[in-house]
């Protein structure tokens, strides 16, 4: 940016003046006095373009004469918008459900623009009052793993991008699974301390009769209609010998609890056996085996499965060897002039948003940027950004603002500006210490600066059960020397980080992260689109 005018300091009114003039230039002196700042309320300066400028709401536009004079649109153009501060919507169809041992949630699309993530809260009563956030989630799915017979209540809401966080939808009352084996345990322990228990398990003195049975009858349309119910001991020789078979013979079996009046419209039999079907009312069943199965609902801690056929599900994560699709995969919102992305049967893949990556050992784009390790060929090209390949063949014309050549370059004229680049999309991980995820080498020109940009995405989880935590930072580094640096906090969307730096001769720079965990809580320090550029000179 050009250096700022000097501000103006009008001379004293000549002595010699008529009183008029006087008058007339005092007022005039006066008005621009206070449109400078230079008496009266601060409140009262004029805003200048460079004002503008220097808070951020607008830049400076470049062309080939440098900073141009005139009117403001033909100067300045949109600087950083100010943030949406706009209150998010309620969380739309939140539901909780309980599992064997977790609780699942679910939820519709956010259906705002600016949407960053949704807040969980839990509490053990219907009390948004003592509830606590227990986590964060940028899906429509969200895994609370909570253990056997849990009961607690759920809430969520929306966060936007700005930080503004949206009003509580809920409470959701959820509830786990009782645990099979637990009330076996008891149970068992209770039967076997009972008299009844006690009175059959005691020593047999003298015979018993091998058979005990009795049989009821009657007689319908000519035809004798038999039940009974019996014990029999196998003999020596049978089958099962040394077993103890109990028998029912008979179209209906129910058991019922004593005292309870059945006659009421919420009461009904726990267990029926009537037309070769049996029906349960509650159940606890620690293994089971069934070949088909009908369920009205269903939520499930872990599911295996040969085939699956689902109308519409919510999977947090998915592992999939093969996929076939029958039509498309299309990522939720999908708008072509969005964003989003959109595969279609026939081979057709379309991207939509302000940034599309590739990372592979023979193709990288990501920023406006590609790199090819083969060869490009094209019969005419412009690039916005920068191009890199080992080789490549233009038939046409080339046009590009940056270009990167792996071996040797030709290039007709002079003023050609060289950078070292490096760049990684993918997602690094902290390995203990200070962990170096990214760095760039150049070789300067004594007394010649070089300018050096650097950009990245951090961010750093937390898992904890007792209460203690940790904490992660991030740092650029020159050499040894530590040139900015910050702490990343937990359990936050990715956060961008960028800067930029000058220096003379030859340098490395770092992009480092660390990490520190308390005893009893882990977690994970992560960086992604890792951007060192350093621009060297002209040549």
């Known amino acids: 940016?050009?250096?700022?005018?000097?501000?103006?300091?009008?001379?004293?009114?000549?002595?010699?003046?008529?009183?008029?003039?006087?008058?007339?230039?005092?007022?005039?002196?006066?008005?621009?006095?206070?449109?400078?700042?230079?008496?009266?309320?601060?409140?009262?300066?004029?805003?200048?373009?460079?004002?503008?400028?220097?808070?951020?709401?607008?830049?400076?536009?470049?062309?080939?004469?440098?900073?141009?004079?005139?009117?403001?649109?033909?100067?300045?153009?949109?600087?950083?918008?100010?943030?949406?501060?706009?209150?998010?919507?309620?969380?739309?169809?939140?539901?909780?459900?309980?599992?064997?041992?977790?609780?699942?949630?679910?939820?519709?699309?956010?259906?705002?623009a600016n949407h960053s993530h949704v807040e969980i809260w839990r509490s053990q009563t219907r009390?948004?009052?003592?509830?606590?956030?227990?986590?964060?989630?940028?899906?429509?799915?969200?895994?609370?793993?909570?253990?056997?017979?849990?009961?607690?209540?759920?809430?969520?809401?929306?966060?936007?991008?700005?930080?503004?966080?949206?009003?509580?939808?809920?409470?959701?009352?959820?509830?786990?699974?009782?645990?099979?084996?637990?009330?076996?345990?008891?149970?068992?322990?209770?039967?076997?301390?009972?008299?009844?228990?006690?009175?059959?398990?005691?020593?047999?003195?003298?015979?018993?009769?091998?058979?005990?049975?009795?049989?009821?009858g009657t007689t319908v349309d000519g035809q004798p209609v038999v039940g009974g119910i019996g014990l029999a001991a196998n003999p020596p020789g049978s089958d099962a010998e040394g077993t103890v078979d109990f028998g029912v013979l008979a179209d209906r079996i129910w058991f019922a609890a004593p005292g309870v009046d059945y006659s009421q419209e919420d009461r009904v039999f726990p267990f029926i056996v009537s037309d070769g079907r049996v029906y349960i009312q509650n159940t606890l069943i620690e293994e089971g085996t069934i070949t088909y199965a009908q369920l009205g609902e269903a939520a499930i801690d872990e599911l295996v499965t040969e085939s699956l056929d689902a109308v519409e599900a919510y999977i947090g994560t998915l592992d999939v060897w093969d996929v076939t699709v029958g039509n498309m995969i299309q990522s939720e919102g999908y708008s072509p002039s969005g964003s989003g992305f959109r595969v279609e049967q026939g081979g057709a893949a379309r991207f939509a948003g302000n940034n599309f990556e590739i990372d592979t050992p023979q193709l990288q784009v990501g920023g406006g940027n590609a790199s090819f390790s083969g060869a490009l060929n094209a019969a005419t090209g412009t690039f916005a950004g920068s191009l890199s390949a080992a080789t490549g063949t233009f038939s046409g014309s080339l046009t590009a603002s940056a270009v990167d050549a792996v071996d040797t370059i030709n290039l007709r004229g002079n003023a050609v500006t060289v950078p070292v680049a490096s760049v990684t999309s993918g997602e690094a991980s902290w390995g203990g210490g200070w962990t170096v995820v990214q760095s760039a080498t150049i070789s300067g020109v004594a007394g010649v600066q070089v300018a050096c940009n650097i950009s990245m995405e951090v961010r750093a989880t937390l898992q904890t059960e007792s209460g203690s935590g940790g904490s992660a930072s991030w740092r650029v580094r020159r050499g040894s020397t530590t040139l900015q640096s910050g702490s990343i906090e937990m359990n936050q969307p990715y956060k961008y980080l960028a800067g930029s730096f000058l220096h003379t001769g030859n340098a490395t720079y770092t992009l480092e992260i660390s990490g520190s965990y308390d005893p009893g809580s882990s977690g994970a320090v992560l960086a992604r689109h890792r951007n060192i550029q350093l621009l060297g000179v002209k040549r």
Do not use: C
Not at 22 to 29: N, P, Q, T
Not at 76 to 81: D, F, H, I, N, T
Not at 82 to 94: A, Q
Not at 182 to 202: A, H
């Open 1 to 112: 940016m050009s250096s700022k005018t000097r501000s103006l300091q009008l001379p004293s009114i000549p002595t010699d003046a008529s009183p008029a003039l006087r008058h007339f230039l005092e007022g005039i002196k006066q008005a621009v006095e206070i449109g400078e700042g230079l008496r009266g309320d601060a409140l009262d300066a004029k805003l200048t373009r460079r004002d503008l400028v220097e808070i951020g709401l607008a830049n400076v536009k470049q062309g080939g004469g440098g900073i141009r004079a005139g009117s403001a649109s033909s100067v300045l153009e949109s600087g950083q918008s100010l943030p949406n501060l706009t209150t998010p919507p309620p969380v739309v169809n939140f539901d909780a459900r309980g599992a064997f041992s977790r609780v699942i949630m679910t939820w519709g699309q956010p259906g705002y």
């Open 127 to 216: 009390d948004i009052g003592r509830a606590a956030l227990i986590g964060t989630q940028a899906a429509r799915i969200h895994v609370d793993v909570v253990g056997g017979s849990f009961s607690g209540y759920y809430w969520a809401r929306n966060v936007s991008a700005s930080g503004v966080r949206g009003p509580f939808a809920g409470p959701r009352l959820a509830e786990t699974a009782d645990d099979a084996r637990y009330f076996l345990e008891q149970l068992t322990g209770d039967i076997v301390e009972s008299p009844l228990f006690k009175e059959l398990s005691e020593s047999i003195v003298g015979e018993l009769p091998e058979q005990w049975t009795v049989k009821v």
